[in-house]
DNA sequence: AAGAGATTTGCACACGCGAGCAGATTTTTC
DNA sequence: GAAAAATCTGCTCGCGTGTGCAAATCTCTT
C-alpha cells in the first residue's frame, strides 16, 4: 500500500499501522514505544518514534478510550459565570490537568440549574470523572438522574459538600473563617456584619456559619447576616443598602464580612456612594481576585490554596486519593 | 466497598445491544430510534425508547466518534484568563454549543504562547474544529506545526484574523470604533490618546487603526497611541501615568480609548489616584464587562453581539457558512 | 388480488487502538 | 555451551457505534 504517501501529503489518517509498516515492525511495538513503561528496547523505541515524526502521527485518544475504558477526560461543571474567580480556577484546572494527560471537558449547568442533565451529557462522553466547580450537589440528583449513576466519580471542588457519594477538594473555609476573625478582632473591629450569598434551603453556608461561630467564643457577640439575591455585586450594592437602611443610628456595623470578592465589591461600591459615616466602614472578601487589589477596593481577602489544591485532584483522578481534602489557604491583608 | 465502585456498578455497559435485545429488534433499529431523522416507523421507535429508558442507556457519544468520523467536539482555545469577557465568552459558548449536540473542551494554551502544542491536543481528541476564542493565530504555526493541519476547521472567535486558513468570526471592530469615534466626537472631545495592549509585531491592531484612521477623518488631528505592558489593569495603570508623565502641560488627552474594558478600568484608577486635572480626563473601554457597570467606573464601552457571534459559530460547525464574519455590536453609553 | 413503489429492518464491515497471552529473541546462569 | 530466565514482539479478540446496501414488510393502485 502506498497510503502512506498520500497520508503525507494530507497528514490525516495517520494510524499506527502506517508508522508499523514503516518502522518495520508491529502495530503493537509502535503502541509500546508511545507508551512510557513499555516494553520495548531503546533501540526499536528510536525506530519506531523517528518515523512516527517523519509521517506526523500521534496516538488517537479517542479510539484508545474506547478500547481501555478510560478516556482520561474530566468534565468541569459549573453555573456561576458571574464571579472572575472561576476564570483563576478554570486556568489552573485545565492547564494543570492538560500538564499530565487530562482532557477537560467544560459544561454549562447554568440553564437547568439540576447538575443531572450536564452529568449526562458528560457520562455520554465517557469522562473519567466529573468535577462540579465552586457548585454545590445536591444529594437527590444522586438517587433519582440517570446521568449521575452513569459517571464514575464524582468531585466537588472549591465548595463544601457532605454528600458521602462525592469527595471534596476544599479550601478550609472554616480555618480561613477564623483567621479573618482573629484578624478584625487583633484590628479592634467589634460588631461585623455578614453579607452573604443567596438563601437556599439546600446550601449549607459553610463560611457564614464558621464565621459567626468563632466570632461568637471570641467575643460572646452575635453577628447579624443578610443575604444577597445573588453572586453578583448589583445584589450586593442592593443588599448593604438594605443594612445600612435598617440599621437605628449608632448601630452600624464597623466591618462587613462578605462570603466573596465580588460581593465584597458591592459593598465597597456601596458603602462609598453612600459616604458620610457609612464610607468608614470596613470590607472583606474571599477569593483574592485580581480586582481585589485594584486601589479602588483594596480588599483584605482570603486566597484559595488553587494550585496545591489541582494536585489533589490529581491525586483523586489517579485512584492514589480517595477522601475529602481541605487545604489551608492565606489571608491577604490589604485595608483596614 | 468504596463509592466509587458503587456507582460504576450500577448501569455500567448498557449498551445498544441490550436495548435491541429488550426491545425485540436489531441494534441499528435502536440507533436509529435515536436519531432525529431515522427511517423507523412511530411505533417501534415508542418501544424501543421506552426498553431505553427502563433499561436506562444513553448513546455512547465516544464510540459514534469513532465510526463516523465525526466527534461532534469542539476545542475552546484560549490564553488570556486574566479578562472577565473571557468567562463572559465562555459561557455564552458553552451554552449554546452544547445545547445543540457540541461538546466543549477547553484547553489552556497559555503556558507555550504557541498554538501548536494546544492543537496537537485537541485533534487528539479528534475535535470537529478548534476555536481560538479572543486570541491571535499564527500564521506560521500552520506551515510548520503538526497539530494545526491535523485540525479539520480552524476559527478565530472574537478577534481579527487574516489568515487565509482561518475562518474569522468577529464583532465588526471597524464599525465600533466608528461609533466611538462619532460619539466623542459628537459630545466635544478633541484630542483622544489611545491605550492598546502589548504591540507583538504579529498582532494585527484593528482597533486602534480603525479609530485612528476614522479620528483622522473626522478631524484631521492624529491619536497618539500608548501600548500597555498586558492586558490587566495594573499594566493599564503604569502605561496612564507614563501617559501623563510625558505629557506637557495644558496638552493632555481629554478621553483615553482603550482597547478593552480591562485597561479602561486600570485607566479610571491611575486617573482617579491622580486626582487633579487627570481626574477629568473621560474613559472608554471595549466589551461591556459586567464591572464596567459598577458606579466606580460607569464606562462607556461597546458590547459585542455574543450571541449572534455562537449562532454564526454554529453555522461554521455545520457547513452552512464558511466564510469570515463581522458582526455589528452595540454602543453602551454610561459616562462623559 | 397482484404487482409496483415506499417504507422499514437487518447485516457485514469498518473506525483505531488496548489487554493479555503466546511465541520469538536476547541475556544470564551454571 | 546449553538451559533457564528475562526481555521483547506479534497476534487474537473486543470496545460501541455509524455507513451503505440488501432483504423484508407494508401501502397503494388498478
Known sequence: MDRIAENADQSRGVTADDVAAAAGVSRWTVARAFKKRGAISPKTRQKVLAAAERLGYAPDLLAASLASDRSHLVALITNDFNNPHKLVLLERLTRILW??????????????????????????????????????????VLDTALGARRVKKLVVFARYSNNPNTLTISC?????????????????????????????QSAKLHRVDSF?????????????????????????????????????????????????????????????????????IAVTGFDDIPLAAAPSY???????????????????????????VFVPGTLIVRGG
Not at 473563617?177 to 450569598?197: K, N, Q, T
Open 172 to 200: 478550609d473555609d472554616r480555618l480561613a473563617m477564623r483567621e479573618i476573625g482573629d484578624h478584625l478582632f487583633a484590628r479592634g473591629y467589634a460588631s461585623p456584619a455578614f453579607i452573604a450569598g443567596p438563601d437556599t
Open 212 to 280: 459567626r461561630d468563632h466570632w461568637l467564643g471570641l467575643t460572646g457577640g452575635a453577628v447579624p447576616t443578610r443575604h444577597a439575591a445573588g453572586y453578583d455585586f448589583h445584589s450586593a450594592i442592593d443588599t448593604v443598602n438594605a443594612v445600612l437602611d435598617a440599621a437605628l443610628p449608632g448601630t452600624l456595623p464597623d466591618v462587613l464580612v462578605c462570603e466573596n470578592d465580588i460581593l465584597a465589591i458591592g459593598a465597597k461600591e456601596a458603602l462609598r456612594a453612600r459616604g458620610g459615616a457609612a464610607a468608614g
Open 99 to 140: 500538564s499530565q494527560g487530562w482532557g477537560t471537558l467544560l459544561v454549562n449547568m447554568s440553564e437547568s440549574e439540576d447538575a443531572s442533565a450536564a452529568l449526562l451529557a458528560a457520562s455520554q462522553r465517557r469522562v473519567d470523572a466529573a468535577v462540579m466547580i465552586g457548585t454545590r450537589f445536591d444529594d437527590r
Open 298 to 324: 483594596h480588599l483584605t481577602t482570603y486566597r484559595q490554596p488553587i494550585t496545591a489544591m489541582c494536585e489533589r485532584l490529581l491525586d483523586v483522578l489517579s485512584g492514589r486519593l480517595n477522601e475529602d
